[in-house]
């Protein structure tokens, strides 16, 4: 099993990224997946989860409105849009198998920084 994330960087405040995860080894369009982000010093803290087929999203309160998850079971591939990006979304973002903790299966994850 491999979940391979990419598309972190740093951004400018009010900026957009746009993540990708991409996963291999286990049927992916079986799981539901999540996105995940832990900020220096803190503990995890669950972003956005979507269904197996898509068509049904989550999102903490925190970033609802800005960011989209999204995934394309074709390409084995899940995706966050994040826009409006401020300096407290700064964290390594993971992507994880599952739709809440306990995960089954993690990623490395990607690192995301906001600062002017």
């Known amino acids: 099993v491999q979940l391979v994330e990419s598309g972190g960087g740093m951004v400018q405040p009010g900026g957009s990224l746009r993540l990708s995860c991409a996963a291999s080894g286990f049927t992916f369009s079986s799981y539901d997946m999540s996105w995940v982000r832990q900020a220096p010093g803190k503990g995890p803290e669950w972003v956005s989860a979507i269904n197996t087929g898509g068509g049904v999203t989550y999102y903490a309160r925190s970033v609802k409105g800005r960011f989209t998850i999204s995934r394309d079971n074709a390409k084995n591939t899940l995706y966050l849009q994040m826009n409006s990006l401020k300096p407290e979304d700064t964290a390594l973002y993971y992507c994880?198998?599952?739709?809440?903790?306990?995960?089954?299966?993690w990623g490395q994850g990607t690192q995301v920084t906001v600062s002017s």
């Open positions: 994880a198998t599952g739709r809440r903790a306990p995960y089954k299966y």
